[in-house]
């Protein structure tokens, strides 16, 4: 158990707004162990029955889905009125700024880069509440640049890392098998994006796959987005040998693609994201672009930085040629990930913040 998070002698009762990436479930889940009374609103796309049984789970299903910042208002005004912390992750921090009940505005990536960056009316709307929140957290330290260009000021814009399940997340026999061959297996599960330049991975592994044995797993994007196509057609037009697809999946899923597979890539754009510190805590090398522009942890990652085809191919050639080594890589990207980025690490952290906030 964590340490109880306290104001005086009352609880502290928090309602977080929408999820990214699973990030607010399992912070969610890791408050209630601490003993703070959390809730989690949430608009599914689809039915969880394992979500819904979770204590603290609350939905707002069809048709309100259809008019989902109004629903989410009326919801947190009726049911959640007394309530000492609101906690808004992404674009859902719009209803919660318009109500004047948002305390923490927390952002993953795209909503930042794409949504409050533009002009649009939730652009606009979007940055209107992030610069009234009292504390902006992000979940990557590149974006804490972002979100000072927004006209946030530096002594509230915090840097809160990705909490990884690390008990779910390790190393252990893999369910699925990547092939049945004796190849390095190279698993990609970063969706298709420009900014995440997955174009310079396959770059990359044209020069390389007929120097040494590899075989690139991707997840499949049937987003249809231009760059999506384009890099359909780039695969092509390379030549690529040894590339599979594999389905989407859920993300508790990759646990077993991480552990089936010998080396794990990120991007090479943006900072390391949630793919690489979940690959780390199952023990495997990975290859992504490192954030070094502010000192965001007391130690660098033990990650190979790429952010260009020759990094790539570097990275690539030295694991290639020093398969005896993976294993020690595994176990110091596993003790990192475990110290900065495990989730009584993080709800630590995130207690802290709450506390600063009813200061």
Known sequence: MFPALTCGVKW????????????????????????VDSNLLLL???????????????FIRKPWRMLAHAALA?????RYRGYDIFHAHALYNIPMGLLRKLDISNFHGDDLLEVASSESISGKLMRRATQQSRKVLVSTPDLLEV??????????????????????FKPRPSRVTLGNDDTIKLFHPT??????????????????????????????????????????????????????FLPRMERKLLVDYY???????DQFQLAMGLISFEAM??????????????????????????????????????????????????????????????????????QEIYRQVLL
């Open 259 to 265: 552990n089936a597979s010998d080396i794990v890539l």
């Open 74 to 78: 009326g919801r947190v005004l009726t």
């Open 281 to 350: 805590a199952c023990g495997k090398p990975v290859v992504s672009a490192v954030y070094r522009r502010r000192k965001a942890y007391p130690e660098e990652p033990p990650v190979f930085n790429a952010v260009t085809v020759e990094d790539i191919v570097d990275c690539l050639t030295f694991l290639a040629e020093n398969r005896e080594k993976w294993e020690e890589i595994g176990r110091k990207g596993r003790r990192w990930v475990v110290r900065y980025h495990s989730l009584a690490v993080v709800i630590r952290r995130l």
């Open 147 to 168: 979100v000072e260009g927004l006209g946030v000021e530096p002594d509230k814009a915090i840097f809160l890392p990705n909490p990884v399940d690390v008990e779910l």
């Open 12 to 35: 502290v009762k928090v309602v977080q707004v929408g999820d990214i990436a699973g990030v607010a479930c399992t912070l969610h889940r890791g408050l209630r162990e601490a003993g």
């Open 191 to 244: 969706r298709f994006q420009e900014k995440k330049q997955n174009r310079i991975l396959f770059h990359a592994y044209r020069y390389l796959q007929d120097k040494y044995p590899l075989s690139l797993y991707l997840v499949h994007d049937d987003s249809g987005t231009p760059y999506v196509e384009q890099m359909h057609a780039l695969i092509k037009r390379l030549e690529l040998k040894r590339v599979r």
């Open 44 to 58: 599914p796309k689809q039915p969880d029955p394992e979500l819904e049984r979770e204590p603290g789970m609350d």
